[in-house]
Protein backbone atom coordinates (compact mmCIF):
# COMPACT_ATOMS: atom_id res chain seq x y z
CA UNK A 1 0.00 0.00 0.00
CA UNK A 2 1.29 3.24 -1.09
CA UNK A 3 2.23 6.21 1.95
CA UNK A 4 -0.60 8.46 0.22
CA UNK A 5 -3.40 5.57 0.26
CA UNK A 6 -2.91 5.28 3.56
CA UNK A 7 -2.77 8.56 4.99
CA UNK A 8 -5.91 9.17 2.88
CA UNK A 9 -7.68 6.37 4.55
CA UNK A 10 -6.18 7.75 7.83
CA UNK A 11 -7.94 10.82 7.08
CA UNK A 12 -11.64 9.10 5.83
CA UNK A 13 -11.42 7.29 9.12
CA UNK A 14 -10.63 10.37 11.58
CA UNK A 15 -13.73 12.16 9.65
CA UNK A 16 -16.38 9.32 9.95
CA UNK A 17 -15.57 8.97 13.61
CA UNK A 18 -16.17 12.52 14.43
CA UNK A 19 -20.02 12.96 15.50
CA UNK A 20 -22.12 15.82 16.42
CA UNK A 21 -25.29 16.21 19.47
CA UNK A 22 -27.39 17.71 16.50
CA UNK A 23 -28.20 17.83 12.80
CA UNK A 24 -25.30 20.27 12.28
CA UNK A 25 -22.01 18.72 10.62
CA UNK A 26 -21.67 20.46 7.11
CA UNK A 27 -20.35 18.11 4.47
CA UNK A 28 -19.70 19.51 0.56
CA UNK A 29 -18.61 17.48 -2.51
CA UNK A 30 -17.01 19.68 -5.80
CA UNK A 31 -16.50 18.06 -8.97
CA UNK A 32 -13.88 19.18 -10.83
CA UNK A 33 -14.72 22.31 -12.94
CA UNK A 34 -17.44 23.50 -10.83
CA UNK A 35 -16.92 27.13 -10.35
CA UNK A 36 -15.81 27.86 -6.89
CA UNK A 37 -18.01 31.15 -7.26
CA UNK A 38 -21.17 29.05 -7.69
CA UNK A 39 -20.40 27.24 -4.36
CA UNK A 40 -19.99 29.92 -2.27
CA UNK A 41 -23.14 31.91 -3.30
CA UNK A 42 -25.50 27.86 -2.99
CA UNK A 43 -23.67 27.88 0.65
CA UNK A 44 -24.85 31.86 1.37
CA UNK A 45 -28.33 30.42 0.66
CA UNK A 46 -27.75 27.34 3.01
CA UNK A 47 -26.96 30.24 5.52
CA UNK A 48 -30.63 32.26 5.11
CA UNK A 49 -32.38 28.61 4.78
CA UNK A 50 -30.62 27.83 8.54
CA UNK A 51 -31.56 30.95 9.99
CA UNK A 52 -35.62 29.38 10.31
CA UNK A 53 -33.69 25.84 12.05
CA UNK A 54 -35.52 26.41 16.01
CA UNK A 55 -33.38 25.69 18.34
CA UNK A 56 -31.22 28.24 18.67
CA UNK A 57 -27.47 26.18 19.62
CA UNK A 58 -27.88 24.32 16.38
CA UNK A 59 -29.04 27.79 14.57
CA UNK A 60 -25.95 29.00 15.35
CA UNK A 61 -24.04 26.17 15.06
CA UNK A 62 -24.85 25.34 11.04
CA UNK A 63 -25.14 29.28 9.96
CA UNK A 64 -21.04 29.80 11.79
CA UNK A 65 -20.13 25.84 10.13
CA UNK A 66 -21.68 27.47 6.42
CA UNK A 67 -19.52 30.78 7.14
CA UNK A 68 -16.16 29.11 8.08
CA UNK A 69 -16.61 26.97 5.11
CA UNK A 70 -17.19 30.06 2.76
CA UNK A 71 -13.79 31.29 4.43
CA UNK A 72 -12.32 28.05 3.83
CA UNK A 73 -13.18 27.51 0.27
CA UNK A 74 -11.37 31.48 -0.67
CA UNK A 75 -8.12 30.02 -0.05
CA UNK A 76 -8.36 27.87 -3.42
CA UNK A 77 -8.38 29.93 -6.83
CA UNK A 78 -9.99 27.05 -8.60
CA UNK A 79 -11.44 23.74 -7.83
CA UNK A 80 -8.40 20.81 -8.05
CA UNK A 81 -8.86 18.69 -10.90
CA UNK A 82 -10.24 16.01 -9.07
CA UNK A 83 -12.33 17.69 -7.02
CA UNK A 84 -13.13 18.61 -3.10
CA UNK A 85 -14.28 17.84 -0.68
CA UNK A 86 -14.61 20.00 2.67
CA UNK A 87 -16.07 19.10 6.17
CA UNK A 88 -17.05 21.89 8.18
CA UNK A 89 -19.35 21.35 11.85
CA UNK A 90 -18.68 21.65 15.77
CA UNK A 91 -17.66 18.21 16.90
CA UNK A 92 -17.76 18.98 20.63
CA UNK A 93 -20.25 16.52 21.98
CA UNK A 94 -20.29 18.42 25.53
CA UNK A 95 -23.31 20.35 25.90
CA UNK A 96 -22.15 24.08 25.47
CA UNK A 97 -18.63 23.57 24.81
CA UNK A 98 -17.87 24.32 20.95
CA UNK A 99 -15.07 22.65 18.86
CA UNK A 100 -15.48 24.09 15.41
CA UNK A 101 -13.58 22.11 12.67
CA UNK A 102 -12.72 22.67 8.76
CA UNK A 103 -11.22 20.55 6.59
CA UNK A 104 -10.72 19.40 3.04
CA UNK A 105 -9.77 16.87 0.80
CA UNK A 106 -8.60 16.73 -2.31
CA UNK A 107 -9.62 13.32 -3.48
CA UNK A 108 -7.71 10.45 -5.32
CA UNK A 109 -10.40 9.92 -8.09
CA UNK A 110 -12.22 12.47 -9.89
CA UNK A 111 -15.63 13.13 -7.58
CA UNK A 112 -18.66 12.88 -10.07
CA UNK A 113 -21.40 14.38 -8.44
CA UNK A 114 -21.83 17.69 -6.41
CA UNK A 115 -23.19 17.43 -2.79
CA UNK A 116 -24.61 19.25 -0.16
CA UNK A 117 -25.63 17.86 3.40
CA UNK A 118 -26.27 18.45 6.52
CA UNK A 119 -26.36 15.58 9.15
CA UNK A 120 -24.99 14.75 12.72
CA UNK A 121 -21.80 13.13 10.80
CA UNK A 122 -20.13 13.78 8.05
CA UNK A 123 -21.25 12.19 4.59
CA UNK A 124 -18.22 10.02 3.60
CA UNK A 125 -19.14 7.51 1.13
CA UNK A 126 -18.11 8.51 -2.02
CA UNK A 127 -14.44 8.76 -0.38
CA UNK A 128 -14.31 5.51 1.26
CA UNK A 129 -15.64 3.89 -2.57
CA UNK A 130 -12.37 4.99 -3.89
CA UNK A 131 -10.31 3.29 -1.07
CA UNK A 132 -11.92 0.04 -2.30
CA UNK A 133 -9.76 -2.32 -4.38
CA UNK A 134 -9.69 -1.70 -8.25
CA UNK A 135 -8.61 -5.13 -8.78
CA UNK A 136 -10.64 -7.93 -7.53
CA UNK A 137 -10.49 -11.68 -7.71
CA UNK A 138 -12.77 -14.45 -7.70
CA UNK A 139 -11.49 -17.53 -5.93
CA UNK A 140 -12.90 -21.36 -6.64
CA UNK A 141 -11.22 -24.09 -4.20
CA UNK A 142 -13.35 -27.68 -4.88
CA UNK A 143 -13.19 -31.01 -4.54
CA UNK A 144 -15.64 -33.61 -4.89
CA UNK A 145 -16.82 -33.54 -1.21
CA UNK A 146 -17.50 -29.80 -1.15
CA UNK A 147 -16.08 -26.08 -2.81
CA UNK A 148 -15.27 -23.08 -1.23
CA UNK A 149 -16.15 -19.38 -2.71
CA UNK A 150 -14.33 -16.37 -2.03
CA UNK A 151 -12.58 -13.25 -2.93
CA UNK A 152 -9.05 -11.82 -2.96
CA UNK A 153 -9.66 -7.90 -2.58
CA UNK A 154 -5.86 -6.42 -2.50
CA UNK A 155 -4.30 -8.33 0.35
CA UNK A 156 -7.39 -9.31 1.95
CA UNK A 157 -8.31 -12.95 1.13
CA UNK A 158 -12.24 -12.91 2.04
CA UNK A 159 -14.23 -16.15 1.96
CA UNK A 160 -18.10 -15.94 0.80
CA UNK A 161 -19.37 -19.53 1.36
CA UNK A 162 -18.42 -22.92 1.76
CA UNK A 163 -20.76 -25.19 -0.61
CA UNK A 164 -21.37 -29.31 0.85
CA UNK A 165 -21.77 -32.34 -1.79
CA UNK A 166 -23.24 -35.19 -1.70
CA UNK A 167 -21.13 -36.32 -4.04
CA UNK A 168 -19.89 -40.17 -2.92
CA UNK A 169 -16.50 -41.19 -2.56
CA UNK A 170 -15.28 -44.63 -5.13
CA UNK A 171 -16.39 -47.02 -2.97
CA UNK A 172 -19.14 -48.95 -4.44
CA UNK A 173 -22.48 -49.62 -1.62
CA UNK A 174 -23.38 -53.33 -2.01
CA UNK A 175 -25.71 -54.69 -4.77
CA UNK A 176 -25.13 -51.80 -7.34
CA UNK A 177 -22.73 -52.26 -10.24
CA UNK A 178 -19.90 -50.85 -11.25
CA UNK A 179 -21.10 -49.01 -14.35
CA UNK A 180 -24.21 -47.93 -12.79
CA UNK A 181 -22.52 -46.43 -9.54
CA UNK A 182 -20.15 -44.09 -11.45
CA UNK A 183 -23.51 -42.93 -13.62
CA UNK A 184 -25.00 -42.14 -10.42
CA UNK A 185 -21.78 -40.64 -8.94
CA UNK A 186 -21.13 -38.70 -12.04
CA UNK A 187 -24.69 -37.35 -12.03
CA UNK A 188 -24.23 -35.97 -8.26
CA UNK A 189 -20.97 -34.44 -8.91
CA UNK A 190 -22.36 -32.63 -11.91
CA UNK A 191 -25.29 -31.53 -9.83
CA UNK A 192 -22.88 -30.57 -7.24
CA UNK A 193 -20.56 -28.30 -10.26
CA UNK A 194 -23.74 -27.04 -10.99
CA UNK A 195 -24.60 -25.05 -7.79
CA UNK A 196 -21.16 -24.54 -7.18
CA UNK A 197 -21.72 -22.50 -10.80
CA UNK A 198 -24.72 -21.06 -9.96
CA UNK A 199 -23.54 -19.50 -6.44
CA UNK A 200 -20.16 -18.65 -7.43
CA UNK A 201 -21.92 -16.48 -10.55
CA UNK A 202 -24.19 -14.89 -8.52
CA UNK A 203 -21.69 -13.58 -6.42
CA UNK A 204 -19.01 -13.00 -8.58
CA UNK A 205 -21.23 -11.06 -10.81
CA UNK A 206 -22.45 -8.50 -8.15
CA UNK A 207 -18.69 -7.42 -7.06
CA UNK A 208 -17.36 -4.49 -8.51
CA UNK A 209 -14.50 -4.00 -10.18
CA UNK A 210 -13.58 -8.14 -10.30
CA UNK A 211 -10.62 -8.64 -12.69
CA UNK A 212 -10.36 -12.53 -13.14
CA UNK A 213 -11.47 -15.53 -11.80
CA UNK A 214 -9.08 -18.61 -10.34
CA UNK A 215 -10.03 -21.99 -9.95
CA UNK A 216 -8.32 -24.86 -7.87
CA UNK A 217 -8.46 -28.09 -5.71
CA UNK A 218 -6.56 -30.91 -4.83
CA UNK A 219 -7.58 -33.12 -7.31
CA UNK A 220 -9.41 -33.59 -10.87
CA UNK A 221 -12.90 -32.02 -10.28
CA UNK A 222 -10.99 -28.28 -10.69
CA UNK A 223 -10.02 -29.38 -13.87
CA UNK A 224 -13.44 -30.79 -14.67
CA UNK A 225 -15.49 -27.77 -13.59
CA UNK A 226 -12.74 -25.58 -15.48
CA UNK A 227 -14.09 -27.72 -18.40
CA UNK A 228 -17.41 -27.45 -18.11
CA UNK A 229 -19.78 -24.92 -18.85
CA UNK A 230 -20.93 -24.50 -15.02
CA UNK A 231 -20.20 -20.25 -14.81
CA UNK A 232 -22.23 -18.26 -16.68
CA UNK A 233 -20.58 -16.94 -20.08
CA UNK A 234 -19.60 -13.85 -18.89
CA UNK A 235 -17.93 -15.40 -15.74
CA UNK A 236 -16.20 -18.45 -17.72
CA UNK A 237 -14.67 -15.24 -20.02
CA UNK A 238 -13.28 -14.47 -16.83
CA UNK A 239 -11.09 -17.49 -15.48
CA UNK A 240 -7.35 -16.78 -15.63
CA UNK A 241 -6.18 -20.06 -14.68
CA UNK A 242 -6.33 -23.68 -12.61
CA UNK A 243 -4.12 -24.09 -10.12
CA UNK A 244 -3.01 -27.83 -8.18
CA UNK A 245 -3.39 -27.11 -4.23
CA UNK A 246 -3.10 -29.69 -1.50
CA UNK A 247 -6.28 -28.57 0.46
CA UNK A 248 -9.36 -27.05 0.72
CA UNK A 249 -11.59 -24.90 1.91
CA UNK A 250 -9.90 -21.37 3.48
CA UNK A 251 -6.81 -22.65 3.51
CA UNK A 252 -6.94 -23.92 -0.11
CA UNK A 253 -8.26 -20.50 -1.02
CA UNK A 254 -4.98 -18.82 0.61
CA UNK A 255 -2.44 -21.49 -1.05
CA UNK A 256 -4.40 -21.14 -4.28
CA UNK A 257 -3.36 -17.45 -4.10
CA UNK A 258 0.24 -18.20 -3.18
CA UNK A 259 0.17 -20.31 -5.78
CA UNK A 260 -0.81 -18.07 -8.55
CA UNK A 261 1.90 -15.22 -8.88
CA UNK A 262 1.93 -15.59 -12.33
CA UNK A 263 -1.84 -14.90 -12.68
CA UNK A 264 -1.81 -12.26 -9.51
CA UNK A 265 1.55 -10.40 -11.02
CA UNK A 266 -0.28 -6.85 -10.97
CA UNK A 267 -1.75 -7.64 -7.80
CA UNK A 268 -1.18 -5.69 -4.55
CA UNK A 269 -0.92 -9.27 -2.70
CA UNK A 270 1.88 -10.54 -4.83
CA UNK A 271 3.72 -6.86 -4.55
CA UNK A 272 3.86 -7.07 -0.77
CA UNK A 273 4.97 -11.22 -1.00
CA UNK A 274 7.66 -10.30 -3.20
CA UNK A 275 8.56 -7.06 -1.19
CA UNK A 276 8.86 -9.32 1.93
CA UNK A 277 10.31 -12.47 0.70
CA UNK A 278 13.60 -10.51 -0.55
CA UNK A 279 13.49 -8.90 3.04
CA UNK A 280 13.37 -12.56 4.75
CA UNK A 281 15.96 -14.24 2.83
CA UNK A 282 17.98 -11.19 3.10
CA UNK A 283 17.50 -11.69 7.32
CA UNK A 284 17.82 -15.68 7.17
CA UNK A 285 21.08 -15.30 5.24
CA UNK A 286 22.64 -11.96 7.05
CA UNK A 287 22.25 -9.95 3.82
CA UNK A 288 21.38 -6.19 3.47
CA UNK A 289 18.76 -6.14 5.71
CA UNK A 290 17.81 -4.00 8.95
CA UNK A 291 14.77 -4.36 11.80
CA UNK A 292 13.37 -2.70 14.52
CA UNK A 293 12.93 0.84 15.04
CA UNK A 294 16.48 1.65 16.44
CA UNK A 295 18.08 -0.24 14.11
CA UNK A 296 16.14 1.26 11.01
CA UNK A 297 16.15 4.87 11.98
CA UNK A 298 20.14 4.52 12.37
CA UNK A 299 20.15 3.05 9.29
CA UNK A 300 17.61 6.23 7.91
CA UNK A 301 20.20 8.85 9.60
CA UNK A 302 23.44 7.07 7.24
CA UNK A 303 21.02 7.24 4.12
CA UNK A 304 21.55 3.58 3.92
CA UNK A 305 18.20 2.52 3.64
CA UNK A 306 16.63 1.79 0.03
CA UNK A 307 13.19 0.38 0.70
CA UNK A 308 11.47 1.08 4.24
CA UNK A 309 9.01 -1.79 5.24
CA UNK A 310 6.19 -0.66 7.97
CA UNK A 311 3.44 -2.85 9.06
CA UNK A 312 -0.19 -1.16 8.66
CA UNK A 313 -1.01 -2.24 11.99
CA UNK A 314 1.60 -0.11 13.67
CA UNK A 315 0.27 2.10 16.14
CA UNK A 316 2.69 4.17 17.65
CA UNK A 317 3.59 8.09 18.26
CA UNK A 318 6.85 9.97 17.74
CA UNK A 319 7.08 12.81 20.08
CA UNK A 320 9.51 15.92 20.18
CA UNK A 321 10.36 16.92 23.55
CA UNK A 322 11.85 19.99 24.87
CA UNK A 323 13.09 21.87 27.89
CA UNK A 324 10.79 25.02 29.30
CA UNK A 325 13.70 26.88 30.50
CA UNK A 326 14.39 29.59 27.73
CA UNK A 327 18.15 29.39 28.30
CA UNK A 328 18.53 25.13 28.24
CA UNK A 329 18.37 24.02 24.65
CA UNK A 330 17.69 20.16 25.36
CA UNK A 331 15.56 18.42 23.33
CA UNK A 332 15.04 14.85 22.82
CA UNK A 333 13.01 12.37 20.56
CA UNK A 334 11.09 8.84 21.41
CA UNK A 335 8.64 6.94 20.34
CA UNK A 336 5.64 6.19 22.36
CA UNK A 337 2.08 3.68 21.96
CA UNK A 338 -0.61 5.65 21.79
CA UNK A 339 -1.15 5.49 25.55
CA UNK A 340 -0.51 8.87 25.66
CA UNK A 341 -2.09 10.40 29.09
CA UNK A 342 0.35 7.42 30.74
CA UNK A 343 3.43 9.41 28.66
CA UNK A 344 1.90 12.83 29.87
CA UNK A 345 1.84 11.38 33.33
CA UNK A 346 5.45 10.81 33.16
CA UNK A 347 6.92 13.67 31.50
CA UNK A 348 5.36 16.08 34.25
CA UNK A 349 7.03 13.88 36.62
CA UNK A 350 10.39 14.49 34.89
CA UNK A 351 13.03 17.24 35.03
CA UNK A 352 15.46 18.35 32.03
CA UNK A 353 18.91 16.62 32.41
CA UNK A 354 20.55 19.29 31.80
CA UNK A 355 19.33 22.66 34.17
CA UNK A 356 16.44 20.49 36.07
CA UNK A 357 13.81 22.21 34.22
CA UNK A 358 10.45 20.90 33.47
CA UNK A 359 9.70 19.31 29.88
CA UNK A 360 6.89 19.45 27.74
CA UNK A 361 6.03 18.27 24.15
CA UNK A 362 7.57 20.27 21.34
CA UNK A 363 5.45 18.20 18.53
CA UNK A 364 3.90 15.10 17.98
CA UNK A 365 3.54 13.15 14.88
CA UNK A 366 2.47 9.66 13.80
CA UNK A 367 5.07 7.23 13.32
CA UNK A 368 4.33 5.62 9.92
CA UNK A 369 3.79 8.95 8.60
CA UNK A 370 7.34 10.28 10.05
CA UNK A 371 9.10 7.36 8.80
CA UNK A 372 8.09 7.59 5.82
CA UNK A 373 8.49 11.14 5.14
CA UNK A 374 12.54 10.68 6.13
CA UNK A 375 12.61 8.04 3.33
CA UNK A 376 10.78 9.65 0.64
CA UNK A 377 13.40 12.68 1.65
CA UNK A 378 16.19 10.82 0.27
CA UNK A 379 14.67 9.70 -2.67
CA UNK A 380 13.75 5.97 -0.98
CA UNK A 381 10.73 4.23 -1.06
CA UNK A 382 8.19 3.77 1.46
CA UNK A 383 5.94 0.68 1.53
CA UNK A 384 2.87 0.11 4.05
CA UNK A 385 2.47 -4.00 4.52
CA UNK A 386 -0.76 -5.35 5.34
CA UNK A 387 -1.17 -8.02 7.75
CA UNK A 388 -2.85 -10.28 5.44
CA UNK A 389 -0.51 -12.50 4.28
CA UNK A 390 1.73 -14.69 6.60
CA UNK A 391 4.74 -12.75 5.81
CA UNK A 392 3.09 -9.52 6.50
CA UNK A 393 2.43 -11.45 9.91
CA UNK A 394 6.21 -11.54 10.27
CA UNK A 395 7.02 -8.26 10.09
CA UNK A 396 4.21 -7.17 12.69
CA UNK A 397 5.78 -9.65 14.78
CA UNK A 398 9.41 -8.81 14.43
CA UNK A 399 8.51 -4.93 15.66
CA UNK A 400 6.37 -3.66 12.44
CA UNK A 401 9.32 -1.67 11.27
CA UNK A 402 12.54 -2.77 8.82
CA UNK A 403 14.53 -1.79 5.65
CA UNK A 404 16.29 -3.48 3.25
CA UNK A 405 19.82 -1.62 2.72
CA UNK A 406 21.80 -0.15 0.18
CA UNK A 407 24.87 -1.01 1.89
CA UNK A 408 26.13 -2.69 5.62
CA UNK A 409 25.82 -0.56 8.25
Known amino acids: MSLELFEFKKKIKELADKRARHTELITVYIPPGTELAKVMNQLKEEQGTASNIKSTSTRKNVTTALERMIQHLRLFKKVPETGLGVFSGNTSRTEGRDNFEIFSIIPPQPLKTRTYLCEQRFFMTPLIEMTEHQDVYGLIVLERGGATIGLLKGTRIESLQDVKSIVPGKFRAGGQSSVRFAHVRENLANDFYKEVGEL????????????????????????????????????????????????????????????????????????????????????????????GEEEVRRALDLNAVSTLLISSDTERLRIGIKCTTPSCDFKREETIDTNVDTFYFKLRQEKCPKCGGPLQVDWTKDTIEELAAKMEAVGGTAEIISRDTPEGDQLFNLGGIAAMLRFRI
Open 200 to 291: ASQDFTNTKNLKGIIIGGPGPSKDEFAAGEFLTRDMQAKVLGVKDVGTDGDAGLREMVARSEDLLSNADITHERELMTKFLSGLATGGLVAY
